[in-house]
């Protein structure tokens, strides 16, 4: 909670919760990290059996959508490279895979504790919006 607070004291934004609008029910989350307050990292956790519902699209294009308003021109997000359905979804709303040298993060909902290759993706909010309108 610490956290959640000081990121939304800090910045336009932070943190969010991904909850069902049909029954409540918590299914997981996604926010803002920001680097500057023109560029910051998104993405999405979900529960397992949250998955291949279309949650993290939609968690993901109100991301970028939330982006726009509060002035961020370009956003990050990282994706473990073997999984295919999150590459899809980052690929749907926008995100080009970086070339960007390898990176290791844990990935909590998949292994916690352990560090594993991670691919970079980016997107242009700006330009995104310009394609939309």
């Not at 803002?32 to 990292?41: D, I, K, L, R, S």
């Not at 990176?103 to 310009?130: C, D, H, K, T």
Request: charged letters at 20%; glycine letters at 8%; proline letters at 5%.
């Amino acid at each position: 909670m610490r956290f959640s607070t000081q990121e939304w004291e800090q910045w336009p934004a932070g943190p969010y919760l991904i909850v069902s609008r049909s029954d409540g029910q918590l299914l997981g989350s996604t926010g803002f990290g920001f680097q500057t307050p023109h560029e910051a990292m998104t993405g999405y956790v979900l529960a397992r059996d949250a998955w291949g519902k279309g949650f993290a699209t939609e968690a993901l294009t109100a991301m970028v959508d939330v982006a726009a308003v509060i002035g961020v021109t370009r956003l990050f997000a990282l994706c473990h490279p073997e999984h295919r359905p999150s590459r899809r979804v980052l690929e749907k709303c926008g995100f080009v895979r970086d070339d960007v040298s390898k990176l290791a993060i844990e990935f909590p909902n998949l292994s916690p504790g352990v560090r594993q290759e991670a691919f970079r993706y980016s997107l242009a909010v700006s330009a995104r919006m310009n394609q939309e309108s």
